[in-house]
């Protein structure tokens, strides 16, 4: 994972999982709007995994 990648995971999660499909997009979306941070979190995991 990149540092600007790792930024963007932080600032607006689901951008950073736009490549890894919708499902993971609506995912990380949903949390961020329960809450800023799971949404962050599941973007770093999202974003780490191979």
């Given at each position: ?8 995971a ?34 770093l ?6």
């Open positions: 994972m990149s540092f600007l990648r790792a930024l963007v932080i600032f607006l999660p689901p951008l950073a999982v736009l490549d890894k499909g919708c499902g993971s997009v609506l995912i990380v979306g949903l949390l961020t709007i329960c809450g800023w941070i799971p949404g962050i979190i599941a973007a995991i999202i974003v780490n995994r191979k």
